[in-house]
């Protein structure tokens, strides 16, 4: 059995461009009715997986409402940054930083570690300016945020 053979997860979409092949999602997807039937599925949808990031979106939905009551002041851009990995650039870093400062967060209770921007230009920009690696660097800070609200 190959590799292939034993993976849980399916071809969910293909896109072309100019009759070339340029992207394929794999996955697993499943469509449920309001009682819980399956109406579609494709893949294993019953295999263990890592989620990670990938849940970030539910995770935060789980949450909004919530926040959209206590925190009335919170903006598109701020759920975009809550809901999603960003990569330490100087205007990912403001929205989570804006929005600690209005929840009056501090970055020591952010449970994700210490890095420096994953986006090369921001990184190299902050380690020049002799800036320490910080958690509001890190890809998960504005979720670890949303949280702590």
Known sequence: MNGSDIRPWANLMDTYRSNVLELSVDGIAAVVDGEGKILFSKGDILAPLWSR??????????????????????????????????????????????????????????????CFPTHSEEKYKQKFAGQHMSAKFHPCSGKHVAQLM
């Open 53 to 114: 990031s990938l849940l970030k979106p539910w995770q935060l939905g789980s949450i909004k409402n919530l926040l959209a009551n206590h925190h009335p002041w919170i903006r598109e851009e701020h759920w975009t940054v809550m809901m999603s990995s960003h990569n330490g650039e100087e205007h990912h870093v403001q929205l989570v930083e804006e929005i600690m400062k209005r929840a009056e967060i501090s970055e020591e209770l952010l449970q994700c570690s210490a």
